[in-house]
């Protein structure tokens, strides 16, 4: 299933993407700034989409709790299930938790996969891994492990259909977990070509300058790029993450 940020995909792809696949089919991400927006919370509840994800760690929900909790329920009432990223102070609300380690691109809870996932395992919420997955074996793995999903990006950008530059795709192939860096004002994990970070949480205008030209802004990059050797079709690596799923 695929995800998106909200403010990565215009309101047109995403009207043609639900009438064409339906909204069963689509993860959409927020930041919690952005669900304070009156014209952003009408379109969750407008395009009624089916899964959100709301990504950021929660100190400042802390302080305004009670808004968050009433959108949030306005957000439930309305169909749609919440995934929260890392981290909630609202267990109650939440339909699933992605546990990041350290091996994810961008933010991450600070531990390994491993290690972060066993500690989520005393939470009573469906947990969904994610950081480093790029085989089979990893999938089945946390998959049995009690996991209700994984979550997967970074083996994915140098698909046939990935909408990034050939410039972004090739610069990928040629680089490594070693030249991975984190951004020092939010400890997010990128390939970094030049630190143009904003106030935006995910520095989204220094995101897109990176997939359009390959040598500015930056890619958001997990691990598992060590393992991207070569442009491939989409169905080639999902027929190897989930080699174990349709074998049983």
């Not at 909630?88 to 491993?114: C, F």
């Not at 970070?197 to 890619?219: F, P, V, W, Y």
């Amino acid at each position: 299933m695929p995800c998106t940020f909200y403010r990565m995909m215009p309101k047109s792809d995403f009207k043609r993407f639900l009438g064409t696949y339906g909204n069963d089919m689509l993860v959409v991400t927020f930041t919690s700034v952005q669900l304070e927006d009156p014209e952003i919370l009408q379109d969750i509840l407008n395009f009624r989409f089916k899964y959100i994800e709301i990504t950021r760690t929660w100190e400042d929900m802390h302080q305004k709790s009670k808004l968050f909790y009433n959108i949030l329920c306005k957000i439930k009432a309305n169909g749609t299930k919440i995934i929260f990223k890392m981290d909630t102070v609202y267990p109650d609300l939440a339909d699933a938790l992605v546990i990041k380690g350290s091996e994810a691109a961008a933010r991450s809870a600070g531990g390994t996969l491993h290690e972060e996932f066993a500690k989520a395992m005393s939470l009573d919420i469906p947990l969904i891994a994610s950081g480093g997955i790029y085989t089979g074996e990893q999938v089945k793995h946390y998959l049995d492990s009690g996991a209700v999903a994984v979550s997967i990006g970074t083996p994915f950008a140098c698909t046939e259909e990935s909408p990034i530059s050939e410039e972004a795709k090739q610069k990928i192939i040629a680089s490594s977990s070693k030249d991975l860096q984190r951004f020092s004002n939010n400890n997010q994990q990128a390939l970094i070509f030049t630190d143009t970070a904003d106030t935006n949480e995910n520095h989204q205008n220094s995101l897109r300058m990176g997939l359009d030209t390959g040598n500015k802004g930056h890619i958001f990059l997990g691990t598992a790029v060590d393992n991207i050797t070569g442009i491939q079709p989409m169905e080639n690596i999902v027929s190897e993450l989930t080699k174990y799923i349709r074998n049983g």
